[in-house]
């Protein structure tokens, strides 16, 4: 990473940069409120470069999106807040409360709202993910978020992947949008089987991805053919 890049804070991060930020890189993208509300409920960390804010890692814990005084404050968010949806989408479906009941016993679980950088292939993301771990993710804890269940997200899960993520579930709704979305989760306590299956990561295959990850098996990494290799997940 070069000298002039550096990692920053909620305090470092302005929330207009931020949003201008998310409209360029993420979809769906967060409201200017929603990234208001995230900066004062989250754990935000930022890419610089000099002043220029490149880069943008979102996440904030289970216990304060399932509080319902926060949940107020989060409903009360513009309608096409993804941050707003995927509340709504607990309440309707228990999305976010399902990663408890499947994963007991973790001291905090995170929920990694996005992550995006301006500049691919030059390391960044690899970085900004790797300091929001050691800074956020303990032994004993969880983090967790929704990427869009599409080809076009490789790069991402790829991401993830490298630092022993999984995929465990496809979402249907998870922000309304009526996509499905994959949960990446990562987690320090989890163990896998050795390598039993792998599947092509296409749309066609999306519902036997599906069906692997409904009875115990994990999306662990994504191989030279595009398959995407499964694990068995030994205990939660």
């Given at each position: 990473?070069a ?9 470092q ?17 967060e409201?200017?409120e ?15 470069d ?6 943008i890692?979102e996440?904030?814990t289970?216990?304060?999106l ?31 409360a ?7 016993g973790r001291?905090n679980?995170?929920?990694?709202h996005?992550?995006a950088v ?15 771990l050691?800074?956020l ?12 269940a ?13 630092f022993g ?9 998870a922000?309304?949008?009526g996509q ?11 163990a896998?089987?050795?390598?039993r ?15 692997y990850l ?16 499964f ?6």
């Amino acid at each position: 990473m070069a000298k002039s890049i550096r990692i920053v804070d909620n305090s470092q991060i302005n929330p207009k940069e931020a949003y201008k930020l998310e409209q360029k890189l993420l979809q769906p993208s967060e409201t200017e409120e929603g990234v208001g509300l995230l900066l004062e409920l989250g754990n935000l960390l930022g890419l610089k470069d000099q002043n220029k804010l490149i880069g943008i890692a979102e996440s904030v814990t289970l216990d304060v999106l399932l509080n319902p005084k926060i949940q107020k404050k989060i409903k009360s968010l513009p309608q096409d807040s993804p941050l707003r949806l995927i509340v709504e989408e607990d309440a309707a479906r228990n999305t976010l409360a399902d990663v408890k009941k499947l994963y007991p016993g973790r001291e905090n679980y995170h929920y990694g709202h996005g992550i995006a950088v301006e500049s691919r292939g030059a390391g960044m993301g690899t970085k900004l993910l790797a300091e929001r771990l050691r800074k956020l993710v303990g032994e004993n804890d969880l983090l967790f978020g929704y990427t869009l269940a599409n080809p076009a997200n490789i790069a991402l899960l790829n991401l993830y992947f490298k630092f022993g993520g999984v995929i465990d579930k496809v979402e249907n709704d998870a922000y309304g949008s009526g996509q499905p979305y994959f949960r990446v989760v990562l987690d320090n306590r989890a163990a896998y089987s050795d390598p039993r299956t792998r599947l092509p990561l296409t749309e066609w295959y999306l519902s036997k991805i599906k069906l692997y990850l409904s009875v115990g098996f994990v999306g662990t990494r994504i191989d030279e053919d595009g398959f995407l290799v499964f694990k068995r997940r030994l205990h939660p």
